[in-house]
């Protein structure tokens, strides 16, 4: 089966976004005939693949660990219920749904977000793969027959029908061999406790909670390629970048094995997808131990589709791996500000919160401060993030216009030193490249730019300070959540594609013009109308399927730029690079 890929929250796909970029740029630049010409020649620097930190090794057990073998009590007294009973938790933020039949949730509403049809509240708990591979808060063993005895007994419930946080709920359950007790507490947050314990035959045993089957609004086989397995490691020597300390370990699901055991100490582990994650916080960050959990399924290529896909299904299971379990799990959304007030103490080395878990990428430290800037933008300025986007976009182009007026003054330097440079070039044009009298060129070259302060790459350099903002921007809308169904205008979801793909038709069309207005100095007429015409269309063909947003701020900086270009143009400067351009095109003609 095909493998699907999310857009929006692929491994790397930030930095090939980057190399898109940075390829078409080179193009640009073979494209500049005094560039070409002049300059000493030198091989283009390979782009090199940031190598990927080593993933840990995974302590997988050699065998499903034995329990020591002991007779059953007597004294132990049978604890089950008679029928199956729901308990229902309720705050704010939630409405949980527990059943007595393996202690487990049925259904976990999260009050403040709608499902992906927008008719209704999300449902955190995945219908379609709970129902195979086991419901939230279930237990699981390395036995598989222990587990379904574990999730499918009746346990007897501290509490039946409806409860408002905070609360407590405890499930318990008994016989000859076995005894479990379940026990939660619930507060006004996300955030709950949970205390475990399974004794077999005499024995603890290890028998995390689990979050087992991904999410509910996993529908599509691109939102399954979106999940992970994260944890943090405050002892991690991994490097972001080779240069930043990174805490936070992720797992792709390439990487993962079903049944697999990763060994402490962590101060949180869990699964997550693109807007929602299952964390675990272990109260003894060193004797935690987390059982990575992967199953395959089918579902539907579309929701409502005939044809099927073959989709992987991520879940993780956390406790202690020494004794009974107490943990604090985070079920929710990962939204900046709600991570950042879950307090971590275990972690020293890192910020103590769950701000970890969102994923910026390399450009975190841009794509972090855009976003808090956008939303205050949203929170104190205009209520719509759309139209946040654009006075954002606004205020980003118009402090960016000091580089389109550097870049302008570099290319216009570089076109009155040309006839010198050429008449260098004439001198040593009899010695192949290959001749040691050809350095001699290259030093006159150089000592001309000097004298007259000329920089090669200055007509180049300042468009690179834009690509960050823009990859940023791509790295910012894949995983903030508050643009997840942020409408604006025709637009119905600004973290995903334009429906009606309007953004990208107009992004082009913007870009071809801005194309037309700015000076292409070294570039004779006829290469100038292929890049006009060239350009546009491969930045069509990667934007047509990326989020609206993403479309929405780039189309406006093209609006932005050919307004700054046509009155840059009208400036003395702008006249003088025309003037040199037709003068030149006119002696290609002759």
């Not at 006004?188 to 089957?213: D, Q, R």
């Not at 290529?301 to 896909?309: F, M, R, V």
């Not at 038709?505 to 913007?510: A, G």
């Amino acid at each position: 089966m095909p493998d699907f890929q999310n857009p929006q929250q692929e491994p790397g796909a930030e930095r090939r976004l980057l190399l898109v970029f940075l390829l078409t740029f080179v193009v640009l630049i073979i494209f500049q005939p005094l560039l070409k010409k002049y300059m000493p020649q030198t091989a283009a620097p390979q782009p090199q693949n940031q190598p990927l930190p080593a993933q840990p090794a995974y302590a997988a057990p050699a065998a499903a660990p034995s329990v020591p073998a002991a007779p059953p009590s007597t004294s132990v007294q049978s604890k089950r219920a008679s029928a199956e009973t729901e308990t229902v938790i309720e705050n704010d933020l939630y409405r949980i749904t527990f059943t007595n039949r393996g202690a487990q949730v049925k259904s976990w509403i999260l009050k403040k977000f709608d499902n992906d049809a927008q008719n209704g509240r999300l449902d955190l708990v995945n219908p379609l793969s709970a129902t195979k591979f086991g419901y939230p808060l279930s237990l699981w063993t390395y036995d598989d027959t222990l587990r379904n005895r574990l999730n499918s007994a009746l346990y007897v419930s501290s509490t039946e029908g409806q409860l408002s946080a905070p609360a407590e709920l405890s499930f318990e359950y008994a016989d000859p061999d076995l005894v479990v007790r379940k026990r939660f507490h619930f507060d006004h947050t996300y955030v709950l406790n949970v205390e475990t314990s399974v004794v077999y035959k005499g024995a603890e045993i290890f028998a995390p909670p689990a979050w087992p089957s991904g999410f509910g609004d996993q529908l599509t086989p691109a939102s399954y390629a979106a999940a992970r397995i994260d944890y943090h490691n405050d002892a991690s020597t991994e490097r972001t970048a080779l240069v930043f300390p990174s805490f936070v370990s992720r797992l792709a699901t390439k990487n993962i094995s079903g049944g697999n055991t990763l060994k402490g100490p962590f101060e949180w582990a869990g699964t997550g997808e693109q807007y929602f994650t299952a964390i675990f916080i272990p109260a003894e960050p060193a004797a935690a131990a987390m059982v990575s959990l992967r199953d395959s399924t089918q579902i539907p290529q579309k929701p409502g589709s005939t044809e099927t896909a073959k989709v992987e299904v991520l879940g993780a299971a956390v406790g202690n791996l020494h004794g009974p379990t107490t943990e604090r799990m985070f079920i929710g959304p990962k939204e900046l500000a709600v991570l950042d007030a879950v307090s971590v103490p275990t972690i020293h080395n890192d910020n103590p919160d769950l701000r970890g878990i969102v994923d910026f990428g390399w450009w975190g430290i841009l794509a972090r401060p855009l976003f808090l800037w956008l939303k205050w933008t949203y929170k104190h300025v205009v209520p719509n993030w759309g139209w946040a986007i654009v006075i954002q976009t606004l205020i980003i182009t118009i402090a960016l216009l000091p580089l389109r007026i550097t870049q302008m003054k570099s290319m216009l330097k570089m076109q009155r030193v040309a006839p010198q440079i050429k008449s260098i070039q004439e001198k040593y044009k009899k010695y192949t490249l290959r001749d040691p009298r050809k350095a001699a060129m290259n030093e006159e070259i150089s000592a001309l730019y000097k004298k007259e302060g000329v920089n090669p790459a200055g007509g180049c350099l300042p468009l690179l300070i834009q690509f960050p903002f823009l990859i940023a921007y791509y790295r910012m809308l894949g995983v903030a959540l508050d643009l997840r169904h942020a409408h604006w205008l025709w637009i119905t979801d600004l973290s995903a594609r334009d429906p009606y793909f309007l953004l990208p038709i107009f992004m082009v069309i913007s870009m071809f013009a801005v194309q037309r207005a700015t000076p292409q100095a070294g570039m004779d007429p006829a290469q100038q109308r292929m890049m006009t015409v060239m350009m546009p269309l491969m930045m069509g063909f990667i934007f047509f399927n990326l989020q609206a947003g993403l479309n929405l701020y780039y189309a406006e900086t093209n609006l932005i730029s050919i307004a700054q270009q046509a009155i840059m143009n009208r400036t003395k400067l702008g006249k003088e690079m025309r003037e040199m351009m037709e003068k030149r095109a006119r002696k290609k003609d002759k």
